[in-house]
């Protein structure tokens, strides 16, 4: 399919480009021109990689009774871009039925499916307006949906203009829901200039308490080893109850974490690590790098050692010295809050905002959300 619409007014490169729709066995065959993409793209390196989004799939598709629906966008034979989607059946407030189309790792609104951030398609260095142009246009020459989800990504602006370039006549319906922020600690000058950096509360708590914790015992910071995975999960899963009443992981999302995590960790890039004070694990940070970006996927620690100390902040100081040494120079926070403090805001030099952009059609749920929206605002 050459996409060469005359009526979208988008971008003129899209224009060019040439769809190709992966079947399943083509999508799972074609491993390497999907990390090759990614190598030449500016996409997140973990929530758009392979691995990610193929284990989602595998772990999450089925319950979600979807369809996959992966776009390739081709120049010639060169691979530009890939946008892969997924569509399902979905009942929106409760009794509105919607056919969805989502970019995978996210599963919107839906509390089971693990939730992914900064989605987005991938596409080669200068392409990605060109590709997302490209992705609007196959959307909207198609009729069968009535809802389109760009779920937590950082370029929601983008994907507003893109549908309004190629629908001018505004027959859809867009809104930007659920705002996030994601914090990122600078860490390209080094710990020691990241902590002088910090405001003197954080960098106390950080750093200079780690005095205070040894009072309690011998304190030791380890890597977890690729066969002590399923340990450290376990004992991830039993600190975090302590601190909020339910496991980090359960069931699906357990699986697909411990799979991932002894993926990475046959390559190096799983940085799941343990605290233990007098021999005793009272902490665990589980960790991805990819390159020089480390993200910080969850933390669990044990809130009784002492009320005079954070626990999950003094890990955090040792995660990010470990990190440096390993030539990262961004750590990533994700996005969410603490328990009772902003603690990633103050360990942070650097913020994402995102969001999720919802594109409504048909006859029914456009009037019904403006209707809805109106009464709000």
């Keep these: 399919m050459v996409l060469s619409d005359p009526a979208c007014c988008g971008h003129p490169r899209a224009a060019t480009l040439t769809l190709r729709r992966w079947s399943v066995s083509e999508w799972l065959a074609s491993e390497a021109a999907w990390r090759g993409l990614l190598s030449r793209s500016n996409a997140d390196t973990l929530f758009l990689s392979w691995d990610w989004l193929t284990l989602w799939w595998q772990c999450f598709g089925d319950a979600l009774s979807a369809t996959p629906d992966i776009l390739a966008f081709y120049r010639g034979e060169d691979l530009l871009g890939i946008a892969p989607l997924y569509r399902r059946r ?31 398609v991938i596409a ?40 309004a370039r190629c629908d001018r006549a505004r027959r859809q319906y867009l809104r930007n829901l659920d705002p996030l922020v994601s914090y990122q600690a600078d860490l390209s000058r080094g710990f020691a200039a990241y902590l002088r950096a910090l405001r003197q509360s954080t960098r106390r708590s950080v750093w200079n308490l780690r005095g205070r914790l040894a009072v ?22 039993r600190l975090h109850q302590l601190r909020w009443k339910q496991p980090a992981f359960a069931g699906t999302s357990l699986t697909f974490h411990t799979s991932l995590a002894r993926l990475l960790g046959a390559r190096g890039e799983l940085a799941l690590s343990r605290l233990r004070v007098a021999g005793q694990v009272v902490s665990v940070l589980y960790d991805i790098r990819k390159g020089a970006h480390q993200y910080n996927i969850s933390m669990g620690f044990n809130p009784a050692i002492s009320s005079k100390i954070s626990l999950g902040l003094i890990h955090l100081g040792y995660a990010m010295e470990a990190a440096v040494e ?26 994402r905002d995102l969001s999720c952009v919802q594109v409504l059609r048909g006859l029914l749920l456009p009037p019904l959300y403006r209707w809805h929206d109106h009464l709000r605002s």
């Design 216 to 237: 309690h015992g011998k304190v030791s910071f380890e890597l977890v080893a690729p066969e002590e995975i399923a340990s450290a999960f376990s004992d991830l899963n």
């Design 326 to 351: 390993r030539q990262v120079v961004t750590y990533d926070f994700l996005a969410g809050g603490g328990q009772r403090s902003d603690y990633k805001r103050h360990l942070s030099q650097m913020r």
């Design 124 to 163: 080669a260095t200068g392409e990605v307006d060109a590709v997302r142009d490209a992705c609007v246009r196959v959307l909207l020459q198609e009729p069968a949906w009535t809802e389109c989800v760009i779920g937590f990504t950082v370029a929601g602006k983008q994907w507003h203009e893109a549908f």
């Design 90 to 120: 979905v009942v929106r407030s409760g009794f509105l039925p919607a056919s969805s189309v989502q970019l995978m790792g996210l599963s919107w609104r839906d509390t089971g499916p693990l939730i992914s951030e900064y989605l987005d």
